[in-house]
């Protein structure tokens, strides 16, 4: 069995070949490390190897977490789905937030940000696939709701972000996040970040111009939700 430090270095060397290929420097493309199910202990292996970011799906559970690991310089995002109940801890407690789809909950995260802390970072989340079962806004209602986003004084509208349905093929892997790349040039905010790219994607977002990609599987192992 691998160790946690095993894969990060796989991942790293994932990442590096698929910056290399096509021309871009390696250190442009930030590591996620998506802990959602995982232990506080295995995030404390994975930050004792290098890593500082780490990104969780479920509000109560990244608490607990976060309080077991306050002795430690860590950077939380917040990537799941988001309920008007949750955004007020999710704007106390996390550096960014990625996961923003409507106007409503980055308005309240605006207002419940506290007044000592850097403004939250925040990517827009759109539904480039075109399924109605996934969050996201829609590329047509996205100009709207980032020029609104962009003028919330506690917030820092970074970029985008996508979950393509899985498939395995690379063009059409290449052509989703080609499809988040362009609505973000497209929007003209000198936007700076493309949150593409999970453990079985990553080096069609890195060809595509991904500067995080969110990892979980290939990092952590396969998670077991009969346990959490
Ligand atoms: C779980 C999750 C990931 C990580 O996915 P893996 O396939 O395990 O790498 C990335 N992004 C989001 C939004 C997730 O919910």
């Excluded at 404390?44 to 977490?65: M, P, S, W």
Aim: hydrophobic content about 45%; glycine content about 8%.
């Amino acid at each position: 069995m691998s160790t946690l430090a095993d894969n990060l270095s796989a991942i790293s060397a994932r990442i590096a070949s698929a910056a290399q290929a096509v021309g871009r420097d390696p250190a442009s493309v930030q590591l996620l490390a998506v802990s959602k199910t995982k232990p506080a202990s295995a995030i404390r292996e994975i930050h004792a190897a290098g890593v500082r970011d780490f990104g969780e799906n479920y509000l109560q559970e990244a608490l607990t977490k976060q309080q077991a690991l306050s002795d430690l310089p860590l950077i939380w995002h917040f990537i799941g789905p988001i309920q008007s109940n949750k955004t007020k801890a999710i704007a106390e407690h996390f550096d960014w937030v990625h996961s923003v789809d409507r106007l409503k909950i980055a308005q309240r995260l605006s207002e419940q940000r506290p007044a000592g802390l850097a403004p939250l970072n925040i990517c827009l989340q759109v539904n480039v696939s075109g399924e109605d079962s996934k969050s996201g806004c829609t590329p047509a209602d996205l100009p709207a709701l980032a020029k609104a986003v962009a003028a919330l004084p506690n917030l820092r509208l970074r970029g985008l972000m996508a979950i393509p349905k899985p498939t395995e093929d690379r063009a059409t892997q290449e052509a989703a996040f080609a499809s988040l790349r362009k609505l973000q040039e497209g929007l003209g905010f000198g936007l700076d970040t493309l949150s593409m790219g999970m453990s079985h994607d990553l080096e069609a977002a890195i060809a595509q111009g991904a500067t995080w990609v969110r990892i979980g599987t290939a990092l952590f192992g396969a998670r077991d939700y009969g346990n959490t």
